[in-house]
């Protein structure tokens, strides 16, 4: 089936951290866009002549945010897409087409819901909030979100996470740094890759159900220790960011 293409209008756009920059778009015919959290949209990037493909998940959250498309990019060294919308000004545009992708949360029983990400794959968890929040409070859900990155600078939405989880007890945010030992280590902050704590998480594989999203290397070996740990692939969600051609 031929996707649809729109046209995107950048509306503002802010450095999150360091080496992340927030884009936020509207589509140039103002209609919103009719997407599931945890989706992403792809952009047609033009660089040296060539028509790149880069995919981005969507990181707005539906209701107050409907109206709009806002991704997350992370600064690639040489990287040919980032380059553009690391550069790209309010006004200007860029086509896209979606929104694709099955990283959503489905019909599921009670249970716990593990979000691991790395980097800027916790923006599909950021556009899920809500969602969760419901099924949190009239279903009964726990969620426990882990984030990877190198450093505390690089927290994406580590405000948003951290207010959320102070007013919902059944909701945990914990961060996992890559290259620096935390300055308060102990049941939030950890060191190491963020693969590396599931061993500590006192997995369920009949009732958890496991999110995955960002670096393919993080969901290659947190796929093995579940599935060597009893879990079935029908509980473990995934969305590889690989590199394009
Ligand atoms: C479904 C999906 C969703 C995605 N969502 C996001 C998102 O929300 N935010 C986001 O920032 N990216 C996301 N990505 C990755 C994104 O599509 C691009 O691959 C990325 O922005 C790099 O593109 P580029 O053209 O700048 O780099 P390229 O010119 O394609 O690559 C340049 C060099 O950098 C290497 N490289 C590429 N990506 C990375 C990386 N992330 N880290 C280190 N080295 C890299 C390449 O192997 C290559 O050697 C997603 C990918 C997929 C498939």
């Given at each position: 089936m031929a996707q649809k293409q729109f046209q995107l209008v950048l509306q503002a756009a802010r450095m999150i951290t360091p080496r992340v920059r927030e884009l936020t778009f509207v589509r140039e015919d103002r209609s919103p866009l009719d997407y599931t959290?945890?989706?992403?949209?792809?952009?047609?990037?033009?660089?040296?002549?060539?028509?790149?493909?880069?995919?981005?998940?969507?990181?707005?959250?539906?209701?107050?945010?409907?109206?709009?498309?806002?991704?997350?990019?992370?600064?690639?060294?040489?990287?040919?897409?980032?380059?553009?919308?690391?550069?790209?000004?309010?006004?200007?545009?860029?086509?896209?087409?979606?929104?694709?992708?099955?990283?959503?949360?489905?019909?599921?029983?009670?249970g716990r819901y593990l979000l691991v990400a790395t980097g800027t794959g916790v923006t599909p968890y950021r556009a899920m909030l809500?969602?969760?929040?419901?099924?949190?409070?009239?279903?009964?859900f726990h969620v426990e979100l882990l984030l990877g990155v190198r450093g505390p600078e690089e927290l994406i939405y580590g405000d948003e996470f951290t207010a959320f989880a102070s007013q919902c007890n059944a909701f945990t945010f914990r961060a996992c740094y890559s290259r620096e030992q935390p300055e308060r280590a102990g049941e939030f902050e950890h060191s190491g890759y963020v693969q590396g704590i599931l061993p500590n998480m006192a997995l369920n594989p009949e009732?958890?159900?496991?999110?995955?999203?960002?670096?393919?290397?993080?969901?290659?070996?947190?796929?093995?220790?579940?599935?060597?740990?009893?879990?079935?692939?029908?509980?473990?969600?995934r969305e590889k960011y690989v590199s394009s051609n």
């Open positions: 959290p945890g989706q992403f949209i792809t952009l047609f990037i033009e660089s040296g002549g060539e028509r790149l493909r880069r995919s981005y998940s969507i990181a707005s959250i539906p209701g107050s945010e409907s109206e709009e498309i806002r991704i997350a990019a992370t600064y690639v060294e040489g990287g040919r897409a980032t380059a553009r919308l690391f550069k790209i000004e309010p006004g200007e545009r860029i086509q896209a087409m979606g929104p694709f992708g099955r990283l959503v949360l489905r019909e599921d029983p009670p809500p969602e969760l929040e419901r099924r949190i409070d009239l279903e009964g009732r958890d159900i496991v999110y995955l999203c960002g670096n393919p290397t993080m969901i290659d070996e947190a796929t093995a220790f579940l599935t060597e740990n009893g879990f079935s692939m029908r509980n473990v969600r």
